[in-house]
């Protein structure tokens, strides 16, 4: 792409915002109290189980029946969208997803939710209108951060899931046994190549 092409892509994506409205970059939740501040986590790896608990579904609040889908992807597989709670669901749900037997299950009723295959670490997404926010902001439109992440001051393996749009929150999930994938920063890529070219130079002048 060349520079007149990405200037002029630019200038029609901050007209694109405008237009929408103020969309903030990061998501802008208030941190719950007794947990950390948003941490901007985007992929976790997990336990064999986990549980999941729905606290808050602004749409389902408000037209029972209406509200969001929120579940789980692969991150090797973003398209495979796994459902944990249906627009059907009342908070306060919960359910149990156990990636052995490869089964999401209501923890009130213990019926069988849902069955699924695939391993490696996740992300979680919200559903709502046909519209769907992920915790990976590059799988967002514009690569927005549309997901605030708080763990748990106490049990650091638990976090508060909050998915916002234009500043309103649309829905907060629990989840216990997960913990973050450190996904290096750019510096940090950097200084990591810079040691592997100064290997190389010294192996060859050896």
């Known amino acids: 792409m060349c520079r007149t092409t990405k200037v002029i892509r630019n200038f029609l994506l901050t007209l694109i ?4 409205g103020n969309v903030a970059a990061h998501a ?15 992929l976790f790896t997990h336990g064999n189980q986990i549980i999941s608990l729905e ?13 969001a889908s ?23 749900a919960s359910a149990i997803i156990d990636f052995t037997l490869g089964a999401v299950v209501d923890l009130q009723t213990n019926v069988l939710l849902n069955l ?13 209108s046909g519209t769907t926010l992920y915790t990976q902001a590059a799988l967002n439109p514009f690569g927005l951060d549309l ?12 976090y508060m899931l909050g998915f916002e749009a234009n500043g309103t929150t649309l829905a907060l999930e629990v989840v216990t046994n997960i913990r973050p994938v450190n996904i290096p920063e750019p510096e940090t890529l950097l200084l990591m ?12 002048t050896a």
């Open 147 to 158: 997901t605030a992440t708080f763990s748990n001051i106490l049990t650091p393996s638990t």
């Open 28 to 42: 802008t939740i208030v941190t719950p109290a007794g947990f950390n501040p948003d941490d901007g986590t985007e």
């Open 193 to 204: 190549l810079f040691g592997l070219l100064s290997l190389v130079v010294r192996q060859r």
């Open 55 to 67: 606290l808050f579904d602004l749409a389902g609040n408000l037209t029972p029946g209406s509200g």
């Open 70 to 92: 929120f579940g789980f992807y692969f991150a090797n597989d973003p398209n495979t969208l796994i459902p944990i709670f249906t627009p059907a669901d009342h908070d306060p």
């Open 17 to 20: 915002f405008a237009l929408l």
């Open 116 to 128: 699924f295959n695939g391993s490696g670490d996740i992300g979680f997404f919200l559903s709502l």
